[in-house]
């Protein structure tokens, strides 16, 4: 239910508002995706992608578990817990939204790596990588210099390789921020 009614001018205005800015966004994703065209850059994009997905995250929490032994347990174990807690999260949002990816709104998008869904919002990949990458980095931060570059690379790679919008991305790190901070406070 609408907090305004529909009929209202501050309805009307606010529908200008917020049609201007879903314009502005899918511009945005459309010139992120430029990017795709110099094969370098689609190959680095889709590997961080790909890598996004969970190997890159749990080798990650592999090698903690081989550096630290028993330390790294109980920190390990509560960051793949977060990460299924943060896959019900975006799933049960994206089902409640079914927002569309922007290649499938926008002809003009070249893509190279299939979407794991249907749906774009929030960033499933974000929220991973924002989540992972805070309670590595908490737990052992000598991994600042490999988790940060990693974590942004999977971020923007969502709107360089046409799968997400910019506020999908920005919701799924907010809502790892949020998934980190509640999960670093257990330990």
């Given at each position: 239910?609408?907090?305004?009614?529909?009929?209202?001018?501050?309805?009307?205005?606010?529908?200008?508002?917020?049609?201007?800015?879903?314009?502005?966004?899918?511009?945005?994703?459309?010139?992120?995706?430029?990017?795709?065209?110099?094969?370098?850059?689609?190959?680095?994009?889709?590997?961080?992608?790909?890598?996004?997905?969970?190997?890159?995250?749990?080798?990650?929490?592999?090698?903690?578990?081989?550096?630290?032994?028993?330390?790294?347990?109980?920190?390990?174990?509560?960051?793949?817990?977060?990460?299924?807690?943060?896959?019900?999260?975006?799933?049960?949002?994206?089902?409640?939204?079914?927002?569309?990816?922007?290649?499938?709104?926008?002809?003009?998008?070249?893509?190279?790596?299939?979407?794991?869904?249907?749906?774009?919002?929030?960033s499933g990949h974000t929220l991973h990588a924002v989540n992972f990458g805070i309670q590595l980095v908490a737990f052992q931060p000598a991994l600042l210099w490999i988790v940060l570059p990693f974590?942004?690379?999977?971020?923007?790679?969502?709107?360089?390789?046409?799968?997400?919008?910019?506020?999908?991305?920005?919701?799924?790190?907010?809502?790892?921020?949020?998934?980190?901070?509640?999960?670093?406070?257990?330990?």
């Amino acid at each position: 239910m609408s907090l305004l009614r529909p009929d209202t001018p501050a309805a009307a205005r606010w529908s200008r508002v917020l049609g201007a800015y879903l314009a502005w966004e899918a511009l945005v994703t459309e010139r992120c995706n430029r990017a795709h065209r110099v094969m370098a850059l689609r190959t680095l994009f889709a590997t961080a992608s790909r890598l996004g997905d969970g190997l890159g995250w749990y080798v990650l929490a592999l090698l903690m578990l081989v550096l630290h032994g028993a330390s790294a347990v109980l920190p390990m174990a509560l960051m793949i817990a977060s990460g299924g807690v943060g896959v019900l999260i975006y799933l049960s949002i994206k089902r409640r939204t079914a927002r569309l990816r922007p290649l499938n709104r926008n002809g003009r998008l070249v893509t190279s790596v299939a979407p794991l869904d249907q749906y774009s919002f929030p960033s499933g990949h974000t929220l991973h990588a924002v989540n992972f990458g805070i309670q590595l980095v908490a737990f052992q931060p000598a991994l600042l210099w490999i988790v940060l570059p990693f974590a942004l690379l999977v971020a923007s790679s969502r709107m360089v390789l046409g799968l997400h919008y910019l506020s999908d991305v920005l919701v799924g790190a907010a809502i790892g921020l949020l998934l980190a901070a509640l999960t670093l406070s257990l330990l």
